[in-house]
Each structure stands twice: as C-alpha cells, then as structure tokens.
C-alpha cells in the first residue's frame, strides 16, 4: 500500500515505546506527546481539518512486542482503530545489550520478535479491520561496530516482509537516516542513538507524513 486515504471521523491510533509515547502522559505534553507524534498528528489535523480525525497516543516507555501483546485489547482493539502507525522493535533488541541479566532476559530475538509482531498485525486486522501503517525501527548511530547496530537489519527486514504480508503502509526511517547520517553527526540526532532531539522528533515526523499521505 502506497498511502493511506482518510475519511471522515475515522481514529487514527499511533502506538508504541518511549519514542511514540514522548511523555504523553504528563500534563504539559498530554495527549499526544512532545515527539514525533504530536508534529505529525497536529500537521494532519492542519492539512485536513474537514475530516474531524480522531488522534490517539499509546505509546509506553520500555515497550517490547511482547509488552504490546499483553495491553493490546485495552489499548489498541478496545478503540477499535480505523488506522494504526506502530513503531515497535528497537527494546526488543536492546535488551540483548542491558548492562543486568535481569535485562537481558527480557532480549526478543528476531523469530519471535516476528511471531509477536505478526500476532499484534493480525488481530488488528481480524478484530478491527485497521489499515495498518508499520514504522522501522531504528538507531541514529554512524558506528560501523556498533552491535546492536549490525543486528538492526535483521528486525527492519522482519516490519519490510510484514508491511508487505499484510498490506501495510512502510514508513521508512533508518532506511531514509542511513541515507543522510553523513551530514550531521549522529548525536545531534539523539544522545542514546535511540530518543530523538526535538527537531529528529519533528524530522521522523516529516517521514510519516512524507509516506502515509504524500506531504
């Protein structure tokens, strides 16, 4: 699927981790967080304002596809979503690489990182009928020996082959970062490598709306 063709009244739900989440929860920043969500969501409502979009933000801090499986009846198929953007992936693989075995038993490994991700997709659309927009994970980093990394592709391929089983949206972000990370240092992009500044927020914004609605 090349873009999405919204329709009046229709809820758009965005969910997620920590980079869709953008402390959407706290007062100054509630509903829809300070990230990437909150620019995409207001240029949407801007650019279609005769539409009367509903917005939702479900993003959770530390989310893993298995964190998503355990709230997705309240926090995804209990709203019944027309469309669904979900950027999910990049705990899963961080685990791996936590400082504590506590932490590394919680590591997704690409097989069932699939199989939880494949789940989620598919209930969305037996329960809800969602057109689904899928988001690559991603790591603003320009070190080629960085092993969380390398192993990135292996998760990024998994959303491509999924986007594709399931007719959804591919908003490319690491792909179209990789393409640029040569001109600007990659932590201006995020001190982590993972949680974006305010403007690479606003910039993985412009990626979604670039895909999903062609502006």
Not at 175 to 193: G, V
Request: glycine letters at 6%; proline letters at 6%.
């Amino acid at each position: 699927m090349n873009k999405i063709e919204f329709k009046p009244n229709q809820t758009l739900l965005f969910i997620g981790d920590s980079i869709t989440d953008a402390q959407r929860r706290e007062r100054p920043y509630s509903p829809l967080g300070w990230g990437y969500v909150h620019f995409a969501a207001n240029f949407l409502l801007a650019a279609r304002p005769f539409l009367n979009l509903n917005i939702q933000n479900r993003g959770i801090g530390g989310d893993t596809t298995g964190a998503l499986l355990t709230r997705w009846d309240t926090d995804c198929i209990a709203l019944k979503p027309d469309i669904v953007s979900l950027m999910i992936g990049i705990n899963d693989l961080w685990r791996k690489f936590g400082e504590s075995r506590e932490t590394q038993r919680m590591y997704i490994g690409p097989v069932e990182y699939q199989t939880n991700l494949t789940e989620l997709l598919q209930r969305t659309k037996n329960e809800c009928g969602s057109q689904l927009i899928l988001m690559e994970p991603y790591m603003f980093s320009d070190n080629p020996t960085d092993s969380m990394l390398n192993e990135l592709p292996r998760y990024i391929d998994i959303v491509h082959t999924l986007a594709q089983q399931f007719e959804a949206v591919l908003v490319p972000v690491h792909t179209s970062y990789m393409a640029l990370k040569q001109k600007r240092p990659a932590i201006e992009w995020a001190n982590d490598a993972v949680h974006p500044t305010e403007w690479a927020h606003a910039w993985i914004a412009r990626q979604w709306l670039n895909t999903v609605i062609g502006e």
